[in-house]
């Protein structure tokens, strides 16, 4: 009942910078937090970051100082500002939100956005 749809993906050069959207319909009242996650080809769809109404905010190691997750209530919108981008950060961005706890673990993710890709040239 929630739906997220992201944009904001595109080819950037290595070093530089993007920002991802993340349009949230729907039940958006039910969702205890929202995140991105990113899965590059042949691997694992992995956590990059996330934000909890009650928790603040979560990175993935690799990504920690260099990208930012923001929310912006009025426009159900959340947000990952992505600096210093590198090769390996080349992925489809996913967002994601989950209705309860504050981990974000795949499996406690209870929506999906269709992704957006994301592709650093080095």
């Known amino acids: 009942q929630v739906y997220l749809v992201e944009s904001g993906g595109g080819l950037v050069q290595a070093g530089g910078s993007l920002r991802l959207s993340c349009a949230a319909s729907?039940?958006?009242?039910?969702?205890?937090?929202m995140g991105w996650f990113r899965q590059a080809p042949g691997k694992e769809r992995d956590f990059v970051a996330g934000?909890?109404?009650?928790?603040?905010?979560q990175y993935a190691d690799s990504v920690k100082g260099r990208f930012t997750i923001s929310r912006d209530n009025a426009k159900n919108t959340v947000y990952l500002e992505m600096n210093s981008l590198k090769s390996e950060d080349t992925a489809v961005y996913y967002c994601?939100?989950?209705?309860?706890?504050?981990?974000?673990?795949?499996?406690?993710?209870?929506?999906w956005g269709q992704g957006t890709q994301v592709t650093v040239s080095s």
């Open positions: 934000i909890t109404w009650i928790h603040g905010t």
């Open positions: 729907g039940r958006t009242f039910s969702s205890s937090g």
């Open positions: 994601a939100a989950k209705t309860r706890g504050r981990n974000w673990y795949q499996n406690q993710v209870d929506y």
